[in-house]
């Protein structure tokens, strides 16, 4: 089966950076698409990112230009990168993925990816 694991989260100022990484293990299909998204106390899971295996990318509007996804297929990793934090950031933060299949806008919007890792928490302060 597939499995995500993500570390890298911590507290930080605002400003400032942080690398999330997704070890993931059971992608074994010639498509799947991969994303970060994430969820703060009292709000709806919100999409952050997506990839698939031709390094086509999608990104939400309120993080495009400050965070990258990217991936090592062969470290089997997924990776975030967080510049300019802000406290609005502040979340757990979940790498997601779905085998035999590609990304779709949709799937960035409502999170319609079955495989979920068990988050990492980000905390941002001013």
């Known amino acids: 089966q597939v499995q995500l694991a993500e570390s890298g989260g911590g507290s930080v100022q605002a400003g400032g950076s942080l690398r999330l990484s997704c070890q993931y293990s059971g992608l074994q299909g010639d498509r799947n698409c991969m994303g970060w998204f994430r969820q703060a106390p009292g709000k709806e899971r919100e999409g952050l990112a997506l990839?698939?295996?031709?390094?086509?990318?999608l990104y939400s509007a309120s993080v495009k230009g400050r965070f990258t996804i990217s991936k090592d297929v062969a470290e089997n990793t997924l990776y975030l990168q967080m510049n300019n934090l802000q406290p609005e950031d502040t979340a757990m933060y979940y790498c997601?993925?779905?085998?035999?299949?590609?990304?779709?806008?949709?799937?960035?919007?409502?999170?319609?990816?079955?495989?979920w890792g068990q988050g990492t928490q980000v905390a941002v302060s001013s």
């Open positions: 990839v698939d295996v031709y390094g086509e990318k």
């Open positions: 997601a993925a779905e085998d035999d299949a590609s990304c779709y806008s949709f799937k960035l919007r409502a999170g319609a990816l079955p495989n």
